[in-house]
Structure formats: C-alpha cells, structure tokens
C-alpha cells in the first residue's frame, strides 16, 4: 500500500528525515520515537504537507512525492493530526459530514458511512447536535477518529490518538483502532509504546530522523532496547 524509499527531508536547511525506508502493507504499523524524533515529519511528507529532498513515497505502486495533499486524500489515505483539527463551532454531526463532502467515492454513501461512526462510537451519535468544541478531550479525539473514516480510507494515518488522554479512554482508543485492522491498514504515531503494541501488527523506531528498530510487536515487546527506552521497565 505504501512505501517509502531512502527518503530525507526536513525544514529549511535542517534535515529532520534522513534515509528512512518504510512500509505498511495491509496491517496496523506503528511509528515510535521520542519527542522530535521526526514522527509528524515522516507523516507530513506522506500527505503531501512537506517536500521530500530525496528518495521515493508509493502508493499503491504509484509515485506521491510533490502530490497535493487533497489529492493524496482523495487516493484514500486520512489523517487524524497530532493536534486536533475540528471545527469546534459546528456540531458533531456536520464535522462528520464534512470530513467525506470533498472525497469522491466517500461523498454518496454519508448516511450509510455515519451510521457506522455512530455504531463505533455511540457517544457520538448521542452528541451528533452537540457543538465539536464543547466535547471533552477524549470524545473530540473519538470525533477527530471519526471524521477520517467518513472518507472511507485504506490507509488511515493517526499521530498520537493517546496525547493527552486519560488511560481509560486511551486504552478504548487502542481497542478501537484493533477493531480496525481488518477493515483499514493503519498507521499509528505513538509515545505510549505498551498501549499501542497491544494494537498493531509490526513497529519501527525513529530516532534523530533514522530507522534504528523494526521488528513485530512481539518482537518489538521483548526487545532489550525497547524494554529499557519506551516501555520503562
Ligand atoms: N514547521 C516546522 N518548521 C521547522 N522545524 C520544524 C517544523 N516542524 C517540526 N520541526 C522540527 O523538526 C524536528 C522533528 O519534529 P517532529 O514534529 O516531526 O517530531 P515528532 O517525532 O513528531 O515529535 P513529537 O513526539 O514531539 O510530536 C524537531 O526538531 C522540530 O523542531
Ligand atoms: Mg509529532
């Protein structure tokens, strides 16, 4: 599904990516790394929002490097960002609506698609007239989880679904995502290693802009230095 070769990329003169080669198949892949490791960066140059310098990004055996992010959108690939990106002054319902209005294929099949955000996340449907911006922190994370997969991905992109949250709501964030995995691939930004590992299929470790581990998660979850650095034991 997507695959990226030797790329670097960064911010003016400053590499933040630097030959990371990368997959996700149709699996549940996730990214790990400290705090400006490069993991929004890595995804920016996915969707389009960052310019590679070097190497390559596929999907589906085509070429997406310099590809806009709308259209990138449209080829079915959604994020939810780091930071949240609703519109909190409309209500739970219409974010729903807008996040498939601009997407093709996703744009005849609303009602149908919305009943099955509602079933995912009843809280949602119990809210639909709520305002976004009134929602607590974990329901806003729901909705932001929600409005991504009205476009009817294949590749859903989520950095850091945890920041911030209670570990109750993180745990049920996790749950959602494995209930997923059979329907999306998905690809999952995370500082909480030990939740997410209970969620994917296979990880990498990103330091200073370089893939320095990957393995399965099991692998990954009796790795000595994943042990030591991300899941503090
Ligand atoms: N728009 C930008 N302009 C300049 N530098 C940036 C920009 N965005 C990120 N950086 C820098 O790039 C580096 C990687 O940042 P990035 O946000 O990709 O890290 P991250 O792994 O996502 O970290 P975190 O876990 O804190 O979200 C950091 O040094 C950061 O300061
Ligand atoms: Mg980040």
């Known amino acids: 599904m997507l695959k990226i070769q030797n790329l670097d990329c960064g911010y003016g003169r400053m ?17 790990f790394g400290p705090n400006g490791a490069g993991k929004s960066t890595l995804i920016s140059a996915i ?6 310098w070097k190497g390559s990004i596929e999907l589906d055996g085509k070429r997406i490097e310099g590809v806009e992010t709308h259209t990138i959108a449209r080829m079915g690939v959604a994020l939810v960002p780091q930071e949240r990106e609703l519109f909190p002054g409309m209500s739970v319902e219409d974010n729903l609506v807008l996040g498939a ?9 609303i009602p149908e698609q919305l009943e099955k955000i509602f079933a995912l996340f009843p809280i949602l449907k119990e809210r639909r007239t709520q305002l976004a911006g009134t929602m607590s922190g974990g329901q806003q994370r729901m909705l932001a989880i929600g409005r991504a997969l009205m476009s009817k991905p294949r590749l859903l992109i989520l950095d850091e679904p945890s920041l911030g949250l209670q570990p109750s709501i993180v745990t049920e964030v996790f749950e959602v995502l494995k209930g997923l995995k059979s329907s999306v691939s998905i690809l999952v930004t995370e500082q909480n290693v030990r939740e997410s590992l ?9 330091e200073n802009g370089r893939i320095v581990l990957e393995d399965s998660a099991e692998g990954l979850k009796t790795n000595p230095y ?7 034991l």
């Open 47 to 52: 969707m389009g929002m960052v310019k590679p």
């Open 15 to 31: 590499k933040v990516i630097d030959g990371v080669d990368f997959e996700v198949g149709t699996e549940s892949v996730g990214l």
């Open 198 to 206: 209970r969620a994917i299929d296979r990880g990498y470790v990103l």
């Open 226 to 232: 994943v042990i030591k650095s991300y899941l503090g």
């Open 101 to 109: 209005a601009y997407i093709p294929h996703a744009k005849d099949g």
